[in-house]
Nanobody
Framework: QVQVDESGGGLVQAGGSLRLSCTAS????????MNWYRKAPGKQRELVAA???????DYTESVRGRFTISRDNAKNTVYLQMNSLKPDDTGVYYC????????????WGQGTQVTVSS
């Protein structure tokens, strides 16, 4: 079983920056999508940033231009650089490694809290 560990969350003032990291232990195969989700208080979990299996990236509209997803395949690590943070960015951020086909898997981290104060 693969373990997924996130780090980098914390408390920051509006306008500040944070960098989240997420590393998966074990074997991660090619064509794995690496994603960051967010669960804000009172809202449903949403996909914030995605690094798809074809190496394309995508962002939810509210973070486009402020957040950047990147990855280091050699380290099985995905990052989320978050700049110009807003109070609406507050939530628990979850990392996800997902692969369709064979082998297929859907691994999640435990989440890291990001709190942005106004």
């Amino acid at each position: 079983q693969v373990q997924v560990d996130e780090s980098g969350g914390g408390l920051v003032q509006a306008g500040g920056s944070l960098r989240l990291s997420c590393t998966a232990s074990g074997i991660i195969f090619r064509f794995t999508s690496m994603n960051w989700y967010r669960k804000a208080p009172g809202k449903q979990r949403e996909l914030v940033a995605a690094f798809s299996s074809d190496d394309s990236t995508d962002y939810t509209e509210s973070v486009r231009g402020r957040f950047t997803i990147s990855r280091d395949n050699a380290k099985n690590t995905v990052y989320l650089q978050m700049n110009s943070l807003k109070p609406d960015d507050t939530g628990v951020y979850y990392c996800n490694f997902k692969r369709r086909g064979f082998p297929s898997y859907d691994f999640w981290g435990q989440g890291t809290q990001v709190t942005v104060s106004s």
